[in-house]
């Protein structure tokens, strides 16, 4: 893990973690750590390739100042069909976000905008390519003390609210009854193929990329907005090899068990695989430290 600046903005910082390709071995875990330097915030990361043969998932951790404001990001991208489309929005969609004209003015505005578009360049960067993979993108923007949580597809974002788990998205499923519609009223079919599926093919109604299903597919995103008040505790951004098997009530409570917001995270991590997860699995603990009055020295990175 490095720390280095950004032009795109007035003051930067991003922090690079181990990417998650398929040179993870089975068992072993890219993980880390981060804390705010006036003490308030604090996340941890962990991400395993599971029993998967490769790495489709991918996340990324970004610091910003933008006029004035304290920016954090935190995005996890789970590919599928391959991993191009989520290694492009770890690539692109924070940078592109940042410098969106309204990003502090009208911040829902800015990251609707630029998910779509950050689609549209991905779509237009693979044109002359064969493949056609996708992925999700499950997002929480902090600026000052608001927080937005965008999603889209079947990655997911809950927060602890004094001890109780409130999902703050809902998952993109071909079934879900405003999606069927908005599929059908489009032209498309939803079908059972062993799951319900978008043209019997993809088990996630909206995702970037999957130009053959773009115009049922989108990555409008869902979002979700709120202020950080002394009840919420922390945040949990995973992939749905963590969901898939750990409810949102067992990922609060395995969770609140370490204070360390990676020991969290490598927890979630160890107990989706200990229930059987066959996917790959990456989650995002931040803690918001709302007692915080000075900064400790931050923690060394471990990888």
Not at 61 to 90: C, N, P, R, T, W
Not at 130 to 143: E, H, K, P, Q, Y
Not at 168 to 184: M, T, V
């Amino acid at each position: 893990m490095m720390i280095d600046s950004d032009s795109a903005t007035e003051k930067s910082s991003v922090i690079k973690m181990l990417p998650a390709k398929d040179h993870l071995e089975d068992g072993e875990y890219a993980r880390g750590c981060w804390k705010s330097d006036d003490g308030k915030l604090s996340c941890g990361y962990s991400s395993f390739r599971g029993k998967r043969a490769s790495m489709e998932d991918f996340f990324d951790i970004k610091m910003h100042e933008v006029d004035g404001q304290a920016v954090s990001l935190f995005g996890v991208f789970d590919g599928h069909g391959g991993a191009y489309a989520a290694e492009y929005l770890k690539e692109h969609l924070f940078e592109n976000l940042v410098k969106h004209p309204q990003f502090i003015t009208d911040t829902k505005l800015a990251i609707s905008e630029t998910y779509q578009k950050t689609d549209s360049n991905f779509l237009d960067s693979e044109r002359n390519t064969l493949r056609d993979d996708g992925s999700t993108a499950s997002t929480a923007v902090l600026v000052g003390n608001h927080l937005y949580v965008a999603n889209v597809g079947d990655s997911r974002a809950v927060i602890s609210k004094a001890g109780k788990a409130i999902a703050l998205s809902d998952d993109h499923k071909p079934n879900r009854s405003d999606e069927r519609k908005r599929i059908e009223d489009a032209g498309g079919v939803v079908m059972w193929a062993g799951t319900w599926r978008v043209g019997g093919v993809l088990a996630m109604s909206r995702a970037f990329g999957n130009r053959l299903l773009k115009q049922f597919v989108v990555a409008e995103p869902e979002i979700q907005e709120l202020e950080i008040i002394d009840d919420l505790e922390f945040l949990v951004l995973a992939s749905d090899g963590l969901w898939d098997v750990v409810p949102n009530e067992d990922a609060v409570s395995v969770a609140r068990e370490e204070e360390d917001p990676e020991a969290a995270a490598r927890r979630l991590t160890e107990t989706a695989f200990a229930r059987g997860s066959a996917d790959n699995i990456t989650c995002i603990v931040v803690r918001f430290c709302h007692d915080a009055t000075s900064a400790d020295p931050p923690p060394s990175p471990v990888e």
